[in-house]
Structures are given as structure tokens and as C-alpha cells.
């Protein structure tokens, strides 16, 4: 069979000229944020991508066809579309969400997988996915996608509802460079700080895009993970956001949630828990973390 592939006219043209194209997850407008929130922020996203001069391409499965760049109408219906309708779409469901014509929201694994096939080489979400706390065989595919996609993820570290120190023992096994954005630590997801090292502070877009093609000169298949912070204005100090996530966790695991499941239900029971400021927070790291990508997608393509 051909693969059932839409890229939209900008990327394309984009691809055609070598021009800068950051990707953009569907996860987070499907499982990660209430509508309308989830609207408005994948908008501002793409927004903040543009502004860095870069083409955004946002990415999910409809009705089967892979899509690159999914239009504002998509973004609205995927949004209000309840998160059970639509599969989530790591690296293992791909193939199924398109022989049986569904409805898919990439994750960080997912987008990794079709940014890569259509030579994106740059991509902006919020906190990947890692080991889960309590469950160290609970293994995000995200990890595993990293160390055999070459594609850069600007995101603020991984989520803090995971075990931290064994999600970086993973990325290092799966020969994943961590490189800290203005920071000289792994930022928390929700706050900006953690005592966990980073492989190598980088202060500019420059010095990403020079890591990047110096990691494509050695013929590396493995991606790069960018962490930038929380922006300090919307940061939540690390103790407001670790007893929630300690009482959304527990919560989590006495219900008997699993797999898939486990992030959505944390992320919203967070944001109960801490009356919003940590969505405030979440939205604010995933609009910082797309300019990011669009100014090192803009400097790798001068390069
Ligand atoms: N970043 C956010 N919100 C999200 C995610 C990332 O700010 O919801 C999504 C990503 O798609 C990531 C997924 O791949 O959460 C991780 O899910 P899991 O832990 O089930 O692998
Ligand atoms: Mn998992």
C-alpha cells in the first residue's frame, strides 16, 4: 500500500526551500488540556513558531491519513472531540490508527516518528514522557523514540509527575544528549528547577543548531532533547507542584489507572489541585518551548 500522507502547502513549500518547519504534537490538544484551552494554545503554538520566521506543522493521524500540518478547523475539531474517540498515537499505534481509518493524536513518540519521515528536523512540545513513579517498568515510548529518531525536542524536561533521576538513567542508556536552555539544570516541567544535571548548558539557538549538525556529521540516529524552562513569571515553586502530583499520583494508583491513562488523569487532577496554576504553567512552557524550536530550526537552516 502507499502511505496515506497529506502535508499542507506551507510545509511543503517550506520543505521544498530548505526553509525552517518546527513539528508540533496533537497529544496535548486531545489528552493534555480541556477545550477550549487546548485550542487556543496548539494556535498560539503554531503563532509563536511563526514569529521565530519558521513554518509550524502540527501533526496527527485523521481518519487514517497521516497529517502534516493540520489546519486551525483540524486543531478545533480534534480539540472538542472527547479524548476517547481518538486514539493516542505513540510509535506502537500508528499503523493501526491507519488501516482501520482512525482518529490519532501523536504523542512526542508519534510525532517523533512522521516529523522524521518527512525530514523535520525540529519539534516543540511540553514534557516528554519517562519512567512513572512507583512503576519503573511503566517506560514512556517516548524514551525509546529518542534513542532511534534523529529528531530535536525542545520541551522542559520531562513531565514532573515521573520519577526524574530514572527517566534521565533511561535517556542516557538510549544515548540521548540532554542540552539545558540558559540553564545549568533539568528544569521540572511546572518549575523551572531541579538539583538533576544536564549533559551541556547551551545559551543560544546557535549553539543547538551546531550540536544538531555536528550530531548529523557522525551519522547519529539517536534525537536530542532541548529542556527550557518554564517561563519565571508562571513557574510553580517546587513544592506547591510536588504535593500535588505526590496526591494526583496516589490518587492514580488507588483508582487502578493505567498505561495510557495514567498522564491525562495526573495532568488534570494537577491542575485541580493547584486551582489552575499548573495548567497556567503548562501553557505558558509549551508557547516559549515553540519560539525556541522556531529560532533552532532558523539557525539550522543557515547552517
Ligand atoms: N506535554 C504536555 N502535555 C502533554 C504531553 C506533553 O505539556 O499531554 C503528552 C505528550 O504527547 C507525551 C505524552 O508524549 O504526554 C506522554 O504520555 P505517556 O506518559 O503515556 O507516554
Ligand atoms: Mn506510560
Redesign the pocket.
Known amino acids: 500500500m502507499t502511505l496515506p500522507l497529506t502535508i499542507n502547502e506551507d510545509v511543503k513549500a517550506a520543505l521544498n526551500c530548505g526553509k525552517p518547519i518546527v513539528a508540533l504534537?496533537s497529544?496535548?490538544i486531545t489528552?493534555?488540556l480541556p477545550y477550549p484551552t487546548n485550542v487556543e494554545t496548539a494556535l498560539a503554538m503554531e503563532a509563536a513558531v511563526r514569529e521565530s520566521a519558521a513554518a509550524p506543522a502540527t501533526i496527527a493521524i485523521l481518519k487514517g491519513a497521516i497529517t502534516i500540518g493540520i489546519t486551525a478547523e483540524d486543531i478545533e475539531a480534534l480539540a472538542r472531540m472527547p479524548a476517547d474517540s481518538v486514539r493516542k498515537c505513540?510509535r506502537r499505534d500508528l499503523a493501526i490508527a491507519i488501516a482501520m481509518g482512525q482518529y490519532g493524536a501523536t504523542?512526542?513518540?508519534g510525532t517523533m516518528v512522521v516529523a522524521n519521515m518527512a525530514r523535520i528536523k525540529v519539534f516543540a512540545?511540553?514534557?516528554?514522557?519517562g519512567v512513572h513513579r512507583g512503576q519503573p517498568h511503566d517506560v514512556?515510548?517516548?524514551l525509546t523514540e529518542f534513542g532511534r529518531t534523529p529528531v530535536t525536542v525542545v520541551s522542559s524536561g520531562a513531565?514532573s509527575i515521573l520519577d526524574l533521576p530514572l527517566t534521565l538513567e533511561v535517556l542516557e542508556t538510549n544515548g540521548v544528549p540532554i542540552l539545558g536552555y540558559q540553564t545549568d539544570v533539568l528544569p521540572a516541567f511546572y518549575s523551572a528547577q531541579t538539583d538533576l544535571p544536564i549533559d551541556q548548558r547551551i545559551d543560544s539557538a546557535t549553539e543547538a543548531a551546531s550540536i544538531i549538525r555536528a550530531s548529523e556529521a557522525l551519522g547519529a540516529q539517536n534525537g536530542i532533547l532541548v529542556a527550557a524552562p518554564v517561563p519565571a513569571d508562571k513557574a510553580l515553586d517546587r513544592e506547591t507542584a510536588e504535593t500535588a502530583i505526590a496526591k494526583a499520583t496516589g490518587e492514580a494508583q488507588a483508582a487502578g489507572i493505567a498505561g495510557?491513562d495514567?498522564?491525562p488523569f495526573v495532568?488534570s487532577r494537577v491542575s485541580e489541585l493547584t486551582k489552575g496554576a499548573s495548567m497556567a504553567a503548562?501553557i505558558a512552557l509549551?508557547i516559549n518551548n515553540a519560539r525556541i524550536a522556531g529560532q533552532i530550526a532558523l539557525e539550522l537552516s543557515r547552517i
Open positions: 504534537e497529544t496535548l489528552h493534555g505513540s504523542t512526542v513518540a512540545t511540553g514534557g516528554i514522557g514512556s515510548a517516548d513531565k495510557k495514567i498522564t495532568l503548562n509549551l
